[in-house]
């Protein structure tokens, strides 16, 4: 594989990396089974992508990636908490139809949304199902590189958004709200008479969760520029659950390391036989059934990497 | 007594006709209660009897049909569970509810959520505000524990803990809460006698070191008797009896509930015993149960 297949993938991955840790948010932390991450993660790349289309601002240069994935976390945060306040009501596998329902209306919605050009395709609608598209990211920190194509913006800028997006969470995860988060989980009873405020913190794990997604949707757009309803399909979001299940619910370290390996899977594959490749969907759903009935843990369980590290270290956990 | 000459006098807790129906059944029918602080008081009756909903009613679990409550004189009726929480009220449960894949300490601080007062970003970016906060939490949970004889065990996961202990566990997390008054229900549920009696002794600690009042359910009639300031009967939703252990074991209709009528034959032979008064019980009056599924 030469670098310049390996780098977009390289940043996809990291992409779906900070989905699983989203979505691992609310489904393996709070035990909230969400199967819409994809609705989160297309309102995101939307919102990016006609903020870049109608508003770039060339002098701002990097600072409109910025400024996209701000817009795509608030838009998204937004979309969950109308999604949320009526559907967090429910549980269990209602909550996940719900949830699905949300992405997929989502979905057929960008499917008819056509705009007009604006400034940038005067002639031309933009959106339906060929989606919408941009000629140069704005994000991108240096010019490009003659010999690799226009898509991988910076590979670097995400995998360190990755980090960034894994001490936010492990902070969250090993504080008041993470262990209310996972008081729900265990048991929703006990949490209330703990004080925890359920309905409020399961609202607030699905808005940290679809901003996330919101966020890595800005990401994605600028990194392909070029995106279209289907990119946003229910297989994506079963991808992101799988990618969470196998790293472990409640991880985020495993989320980072499933995602990685998932990704390039395929594509490992594709390279030992062009055939394998075609059965990339097959290969996803054996795995999954085989991880839910022989691994339910996946590959860290609940805890996290730096966890097992300050073990062999000597530190402990367990404050004087 | 007017309204509020009884609530100064309780100046903790004071409920009247608390009641709750589950379809056409009155699960709770007309409960009142009233707690001076400082007191340990049981509930006690029959299986079906209405005490774990009445604690359900208490806690805000569940909402009351009609009648009122309140906590230090504050109307806590209808509030939401984790606003009652909030005031001072905690709970353990029948079957014990812990977080079996947290670790023993994970499961005390967990009750810190009332008091910890930092935001979302504070603990995103693990501001100074959240260090000294979950330092607080750490050294009070951990304190906890020792009260409880758990502190060897606090890095180990809470369903690896034996059965004793998980009780034990629970009784910590509902202390850490800083609730003034403490609803146990049936924590002598499942443990033998020498566990019994250290229980007993860790609720006399309880009201005595942290000043906790405790309102208790529980089968275990030695144990009832020797704790308890007073008692509450109910059976069928009603409360049939109040007083001391002594006023409670010698009524007559507490001992037809428990029994059944002294004229039926069986109960008389059951007993093996022919006297015409039947005694105050002072064993336990069925078997104790083991820990019941959810």
């Given at each position: 594989m030469s670098l310049h297949e390996f780098l977009p993938l390289l940043c996809q991955a990291g992409i779906f990396a900070i989905l699983a840790m989203s979505l691992n948010l609310i489904s393996g932390l709070t035990g909230l089974l969400q199967l819409g991450q994809a609705g989160f993660f297309a309102a995101g790349a939307y919102a990016a992508g006609l903020l870049a289309i109608y508003g770039t601002v060339p002098a701002l240069g990097p600072a409109n990636?910025?400024?996209?994935?701000?817009?795509a976390a608030a838009v998204a945060a937004l979309f969950s908490v109308v999604i949320g306040l009526p559907c967090l009501r429910l549980t269990g596998d209602y909550l996940a139809i719900a949830t699905l329902g949300f992405a997929e209306i989502l979905r057929l919605l960008l499917n008819r949304l056509e705009l007009p050009g604006g400034a940038?395709?005067?002639?031309?609608r933009i959106g339906g199902p060929t989606g919408i598209s941009f000629t140069e990211s704005p994000g991108r920190l240096w010019p490009a590189h003659p010999d690799y194509n226009a898509e991988y913006t910076s590979w670097w800028l995400v995998w360190l958004a990755v980090a960034g997006v894994y001490l936010l969470l492990r902070n969250?995860?090993?504080?008041?709200?993470?262990?209310?988060?996972?008081?729900i989980r265990e048991d929703e009873i006990a949490a209330r008479s703990m004080g925890v405020d359920v309905p409020r913190a399961k609202l607030s794990a699905f808005v940290v969760s679809a901003a996330l997604a919101g966020a890595a949707g800005a990401l994605f757009f600028h990194h392909k520029l070029r995106i279209c309803p289907n990119d946003f399909m229910l297989m994506t979001s079963i991808l992101i659950l799988l990618m969470v299940v196998l790293g472990g619910m409640g991880s985020f370290s495993g989320s980072i390391l499933a995602a990685t390996v998932l990704w390039f899977?395929?594509?490992?594959?594709r390279h030992i036989h062009p055939k394998l490749g075609e059965y990339q969907q097959l290969i996803y759903a054996v795995l999954l059934i085989v991880l839910i009935r022989l691994w339910p843990g996946g590959l860290f369980g609940a805890g996290e990497l730096p966890h097992w590290l300050g073990r062999l270290s000597g530190r402990r956990r367990v404050n004087a | 007594m007017t309204d509020a000459a009884i609530r100064k006098e309780f100046d903790l807790f004071f409920c009247e006709k608390l009641a709750k129906s589950f379809g056409g059944l009155r699960a709770v029918d007309g409960f009142d209660l009233e707690l001076r602080a400082g007191e340990i008081v049981g509930l006690i009756g029959p299986n079906g009897a209405g005490k774990t909903t009445v604690f359900n009613l208490i806690t805000g679990l569940e909402r009351t049909d009609s009648g009122q409550a309140y906590f230090e004189r504050r109307y806590i009726t209808g509030l939401p569970a984790h606003r009652i929480a909030h005031l001072g009220i905690a709970r353990t449960f029948q079957n014990i509810r812990l977080l079996g894949q947290l670790s023993v300490l994970d499961n005390v601080k967990v009750a810190y959520h009332c008091h910890?007062?930092?935001?979302?970003?504070?603990?995103?970016?693990?501001?100074?505000?959240?260090?000294r906060a979950e330092r607080d939490i750490a050294r009070k949970s951990m304190a906890f524990l020792e009260f409880l004889g758990l502190e060897g065990e606090a890095g180990k996961p809470a369903g690896s803990l034996p059965y004793g202990r998980r009780r034990r566990l629970e009784l910590a997390r509902a202390l850490a809460t800083e609730a003034k008054l403490l609803l146990l229900d049936e924590p002598a549920a499942g443990l033998?006698?020498?566990?019994?009696?250290?229980l007993t002794a860790v609720i006399r600690r309880i009201r005595s070191e942290l000043g906790v009042t405790v309102l208790l359910i529980e089968h275990d009639m030695k144990m009832v008797m020797g704790l308890c300031d007073r008692l509450v009967v109910l059976n069928f939703g009603r409360t049939i009896a109040r007083g001391t252990p002594a006023e409670v074991g010698a009524d007559p209709e507490v001992i037809e509930a428990y029994l059944g009528r002294p004229k039926e034959e069986c109960v008389k032979q059951a007993d093996g015993a022919e006297t015409a008064e039947p005694a105050p019980p002072k064993q336990p009056l069925r078997p104790r149960r083991l820990d019941e599924r959810r």
């Open positions: 990636l910025i400024l996209g994935a701000v817009l940038m395709f005067p002639n031309e969250l995860k090993f504080s008041r709200q993470g262990r209310a988060w996972m008081c899977l395929p594509q490992l594959l | 910890a007062r930092y935001g979302l970003v504070a603990a995103a970016l693990r501001l100074p505000s959240f260090r033998n006698e020498t566990e019994t009696a250290e």
